[in-house]
């Protein structure tokens, strides 16, 4: 079984900074990627940020903002949020695509989600 948990979420200033973790455990045999999306309040939810072999990808509105990054060894991902803004506030999940032990496919799991509010 496998499992993707976050945490780091909370209330913050506009112009301030958060950092988000998301640790996936149990029976991984190999991650092909990671990321985060998020849902704003009333809206879809929507990719933030991804890591795959080494390589990140961003969203326009995050670019030059946020940074996506991984520690291999503990199957963890990082989102570095700086110059927050109040548009940022939304409810981020953690994305993880996932090859399971004793099992050929893929599958993609998500976490429970950490909200994060940017207001003053």
């Known amino acids: 079984q496998v499992q993707v948990v976050e945490s780091g979420g909370g209330l913050v200033q506009p112009g301030g900074s958060l950092r988000l973790s998301c640790a996936a455990s149990?029976?991984?045999?190999?991650?092909?990627?990671m990321g985060w999306y998020r849902q704003p309040p009333g809206k879809e939810r929507e990719l933030v940020a991804f890591i795959i072999s080494g390589s990140t990808n961003y969203a326009d509105s995050v670019k030059g903002r946020f940074t996506i990054s991984r520690d291999n060894t503990q199957n963890t991902v990082y989102l570095q949020m700086n110059s927050l803004k109040v548009d940022d506030t939304a409810v981020y999940y953690c994305?993880?695509?996932?090859?399971?032990?004793?099992?050929?496919?893929?599958?993609?799991?998500w976490g429970q989600g950490t909200q994060v509010t940017v207001s003053s």
């Open positions: 149990g029976s991984i045999f190999k991650i092909a990627s």
């Open positions: 994305n993880a695509v996932i090859q399971p032990i004793s099992s050929p496919n893929f599958n993609v799991y």
